[in-house]
């Protein structure tokens, strides 16, 4: 599946993966049509950094105890997806992930010839 850059229907989904799991999370992204970008499939961009949480009484926890303050190790992956795809690779991102609560984030995107 060629991504058309003629179209504004592109957007980027960014979510946030403990170290353990990031490769699991990559994989299901790119077995879904996440990241492609012309004739390149799988394509993703990385950064890591720690994230901070604090579960309550009614959390179940992947990491952390209820009601204390955790830092966790995890790495940002960002991806491009058709908008109309964007959906099943969320489906396919929370299948993955270990959290109870999945941080992401959706952007719309814009091309060079909207400008």
């Known amino acids: ?12 989904i960014v979510v946030f993966v403990p170290l353990t799991h990031t490769d ?6 790119g077995e879904a049509d996440a990241g492609i970008i012309g004739n390149y499939e799988y394509c993703s961009f990385s950064s890591k950094g720690i994230g901070r949480f604090k579960p309550n009484d009614k959390a179940n926890p992947h990491i952390g105890k209820a009601n204390q303050l955790e830092e966790v190790e995890e790495e940002k992956i960002e991806v491009v997806c ?9 489906k396919a991102i929370k299948k993955v992930h270990p959290y ?3 941080a992401l984030d959706i952007y719309p995107l814009i091309n060079e010839e909207e400008l």
């Not at 599946?1 to 980027?12: E, F, L, N, R, S």
């Open 24 to 29: 699991k999370v990559r994989k299901a992204m």
């Open 1 to 12: 599946m060629k991504m058309d850059k003629t179209k504004a229907d592109i957007v980027k």
């Open 82 to 90: 058709p908008k109309n795809k964007a959906k099943a690779i969320i």
């Open 100 to 102: 109870e609560e999945v």
